[in-house]
């Protein structure tokens, strides 16, 4: 069974699980959780921090969506029946092309900033490499992938600001980052995943399906934590490929019972190792 970090507790107080979601009732069988993460994006392309940044895909993100929605399509037993994405245009047209493919695009969609990627702080829109090279590779690593080390956060009044997109016309001022760690993003999906995910993974009309979820490397590395109990000290170390999906079967009482990527394991391994390789 998944743990609730208490850190949570700060984006839980002003949340109403009823503002993502109709009213459902539960029923007895668990559908599959199906994890993936957006294509390849422009600022990937570029070896650049994108975070909150929104960028489209780059024509590898796009086949890298349509060869996930392939895998999807070919899964035997398999029903998708609800889509979660976050709010950042690579993963809803990672989701598009993705569900277009599997023969899903009539999918119902949920969208919430709480499943964007982990904001980079001072550090979006900087050159990964160029980073590196300014403040040596070991600190880099550190605000890439510490669990409680940030980057430096933003200058106030910086104009990379989400404050004022309206996309979080609804979210408290207080909730936008001006940076993340790791410890941060597990606290604001956290709530997300126990109240909205968790309610369709229970519910009458998702029975017997399964449920998607399209978003990002942090994102789902914190999914991924609370759903598995992964460590602290773990979690940095877990590497999320893009475009392949991961599939998660749970019994009644939210016990995994198997999960691992669809597709060729190797593919999906060597995927993982070209993330790990990565500058940032």
Same mark, same amino acid.
């Given at each position: 069974?998944?743990?609730?970090?208490? /850190? *949570?507790?700060?984006?839980?107080?002003?949340?109403?699980?009823?503002?993502? %979601?109709?009213?459902?009732?539960?029923?007895?069988?668990?559908?599959? #959780?199906?994890?993936?993460? $957006?294509?390849?994006?422009?600022?990937? +392309?570029?070896?650049?921090?994108?975070?909150?940044?929104?960028? /489209?895909?780059?024509? #590898?993100? +796009?086949? +890298?969506?349509?060869?996930?929605?392939?895998?999807?399509?070919?899964?035997?037993? @398999?029903? #998708? %029946?609800?889509?979660?994405?976050?709010? @950042?245009? &690579?993963?809803? &047209?990672?989701?598009?092309?993705?569900? $277009?493919?599997?023969?899903?695009?009539?999918?119902?969609?949920?969208?919430?900033?709480?499943?964007?990627?982990? $904001?980079?702080? /001072?550090?979006?829109?900087?050159?990964?490499?160029?980073?590196?090279?300014?403040?040596?590779?070991?600190?880099?690593?550190?605000?890439? %992938? *510490? =669990?409680?080390?940030?980057?430096? *956060?933003?200058?106030?009044?910086?104009?990379?600001?989400?404050?004022?997109?309206?996309?979080?016309?609804?979210?408290?001022?207080?909730?936008?980052?001006?940076?993340?760690?790791?410890?941060?993003?597990?606290? %604001?999906?956290?709530?997300?995943?126990?109240?909205?995910?968790?309610? /369709?993974?229970?519910?009458?009309?998702?029975?017997?399906?399964?449920?998607?979820?399209?978003? $990002?490397?942090?994102?789902?590395?914190?999914? &991924?934590?609370?759903?598995?109990?992964?460590?602290?000290?773990?979690?940095?170390?877990?590497?999320?490929?893009?475009?392949?999906? =991961? &599939?998660?079967?749970?019994?009644?009482? #939210?016990?995994?019972? +198997?999960?691992?990527?669809?597709?060729?394991?190797?593919?999906?391994?060597?995927?993982?190792?070209?993330?790990?390789?990565?500058?940032?």
């Amino acid at each position: 069974m998944f743990r609730i970090p208490n /850190d *949570s507790a700060k984006f839980s107080a002003c949340y109403s699980p009823a503002e993502d %979601r109709d009213a459902r009732r539960y029923a007895g069988s668990v559908p599959d #959780l199906i994890l993936l993460r $957006h294509g390849q994006s422009e600022w990937n +392309e570029l070896n650049l921090f994108t975070g909150w940044t929104d960028v /489209d895909l780059t024509p #590898l993100g +796009e086949s +890298e969506a349509r060869s996930a929605g392939e895998l999807l399509a070919l899964e035997a037993n @398999l029903d #998708l %029946r609800v889509l979660h994405t976050s709010v @950042l245009t &690579r993963a809803i &047209r990672t989701a598009e092309i993705a569900l $277009h493919a599997a023969g899903r695009s009539w999918l119902p969609v949920r969208r919430n900033w709480r499943l964007n990627e982990r $904001h980079y702080g /001072d550090l979006t829109g900087k050159d990964k490499k160029e980073t590196a090279e300014q403040f040596g590779a070991e600190q880099v690593k550190l605000w890439r %992938r *510490s =669990y409680f080390v940030p980057p430096p *956060s933003l200058p106030e009044g910086d104009p990379r600001s989400s404050l004022n997109d309206p996309r979080y016309r609804d979210v408290p001022d207080e909730f936008i980052p001006a940076t993340e760690c790791l410890k941060d993003v597990v606290a %604001r999906v956290t709530p997300y995943f126990a109240d909205v995910i968790i309610e /369709d993974l229970r519910s009458e009309a998702v029975r017997g399906g399964a449920v998607i979820v399209v978003a $990002h490397g942090n994102s789902l590395r914190a999914l &991924r934590m609370v759903l598995q109990n992964i460590p602290e000290e773990e979690i940095a170390e877990l590497e999320i490929p893009t475009g392949i999906p =991961y &599939r998660v079967t749970m019994d009644d009482g #939210l016990n995994i019972l +198997e999960a691992g990527y669809l597709g060729d394991p190797a593919a999906a391994a060597a995927a993982a190792e070209a993330v790990a390789r990565q500058a940032g």
